[in-house]
């Protein structure tokens, strides 16, 4: 087992969070806000070719962050082009995607439906 | 103290009045939250590959709906936002933020009704989220179809 692996895991995705902070800090960006520009930064910076080595360096820790959902897509996309070409511009990146999305929204849904809505403190 | 006459004078105002948040302090805290969820994350993707055996997008693709799962069941069990308030970026950025930001106006929202309310305030977050993610897939794929 190879422990470097876990320490840049942690190292690179603490790293990209603290960025997200940052822009908290400094900007007052909304965490919407924040969620939108990293999902981009990460489609951009996959499809530029310069987010897949800090994958292959960081793996979750580069994946885990929202910028990797943007990776994903990004990733998704480009096979995608390969394998059945121009339609694939259109079925990568949502099909990458699927399994994190489908589980969001049902399991959202389900947690409305369950969850109270927690009362505002006075 | 000179009067407030341009939007400049009254930044610099609010700039004055607001406490300066402890900047390092929150840094550090983002950066131990978001690496220990992207820690759980690997533990979670090394268990899928070389416990479960999955291929790699598999194990990826569970992984994730692992981590939205987390994240929206302590969403749904107030921990998350708790979490929040101590580590900041560190439980936005993940995609257990991501899950949280899904869920919690969902909850927030459910006594407007099931569509207006949890169906349409699911997407308040991850509606601009998609719109800004995918159209941004759609343009690197026609580049990079059109590059090939």
Redo the contacts between chains.
């Keep these: 087992m190879d422990i470097m ?2 320490v840049w ?17 400094k900007t007052k960006l909304t ?2 806000r ?3 520009l ?3 930064v ?3 910076l ?2 530029l070719g310069l987010y897949q080595p800090l994958v292959d360096l ?4 580069a ?4 910028t ?3 990776y ?3 990733k ?3 096979k ?2 390969d394998e059945v ?2 339609l ?3 079925t ?3 099909k990458a995607t699927a ?3 489908a ?3 049902l ?3 389900l ?8 009362m505002k403190k006075q | 103290m000179k009067a407030i006459e341009t939007k400049a004078d009254y930044q610099k105002y609010v700039d004055e009045k607001t406490p300066n948040s402890p900047i390092w302090g929150n840094l550090f805290k983002a950066f131990i939250v978001g690496g220990a969820i992207c820690l759980m994350g690997q533990f979670i993707m090394d268990y899928l590959t070389t416990g479960v055996g999955l291929d790699k997008d598999t194990a990826s693709s569970v992984t994730s709906i692992t981590l939205v799962f987390i994240g929206i069941f302590l969403t749904a069990i107030n921990v998350y936002n708790r979490i929040g308030k101590f580590a900041g970026a560190g439980s936005i950025v993940p995609i257990t933020g991501f899950a949280n930001s899904i869920a919690s106006p969902a909850i927030e929202f459910k006594s407007e009704g099931l569509v207006l309310g949890v169906g349409a305030k699911l997407f308040q977050v991850a509606g601009p989220v998609l719109v800004y993610g995918i159209s941004t897939s759609i343009a690197v794929g026609l580049i990079y179809y059109l590059l090939k």
């Design positions: 692996k876990y895991c942690f190292v690179i995705g603490g790293a990209i969070c603290v960025v997200g902070q940052i822009l908290i800090d965490s919407a924040i969620l939108v990293f999902v981009t990460g489609v951009i996959t499809g960081a793996g979750s820790g994946t885990v962050p929202l990797g959902f943007g994903s897509l990004g998704g996309v480009m995608e082009v070409g121009l694939g511009v259109f990568g990146g949502i399994g994190g999305v589980a969001a929204i399991f959202g849904f947690a409305a439906l369950i969850a109270k809505p927690k």
